[in-house]
């Protein structure tokens, strides 16, 4: 079964810098929307950024200007680059993703484990 593995977490002072890498445990077929959410303790899972197949990008506002989402279709993998971390960043990353396993297959969207990145102040 295709899962999505997540990398990158981690550790960091505020005003520094991550980069989460997430890519489908098996073969694909196609990978449309890419994404990432972030879910504090306590509170819900909320968008942090997304990337369609035509690398069309929206980000949460409260990101802007401070990570970037991108993607390299011949690795099947989405990136999210951080920088300027605040505290307030701290959260479990999910990535998502909409992909066809097999041409005959339909569109399914899929989660990651999600992982971990800790700001400290």
């Known amino acids: 079964q295709v899962q999505l593995v997540e990398s990158g977490g981690g550790l960091v002072q505020a005003g520094g810098s991550l980069r989460l890498s997430c890519a489908p445990s098996?073969?694909?077929?196609?990978?449309?929307?890419m994404g990432w959410y972030r879910q504090a303790p306590g509170k819900q899972r909320d968008l942090v950024a997304v990337?369609?197949?035509?690398?069309?990008?929206n980000y949460a506002d409260s990101v802007k200007g401070r990570f970037t989402i991108s993607r390299d279709n011949a690795k099947n993998t989405v990136y999210l680059r951080m920088n300027s971390l605040k505290p307030e960043d701290t959260a479990v990353y999910y990535c998502?993703?909409?992909?066809?396993?097999?041409?005959?297959?339909?569109?399914?969207?899929?989660w990651g484990q999600g992982t971990q990145v800790t700001v400290s102040s």
């Open positions: 098996g073969s694909i077929f196609r990978i449309n929307t």
């Open positions: 998502n993703a909409d992909m066809l396993v097999s041409w005959s297959s339909l569109q399914r969207n899929y």
């Open positions: 990337i369609s197949s035509r690398n069309m990008t």
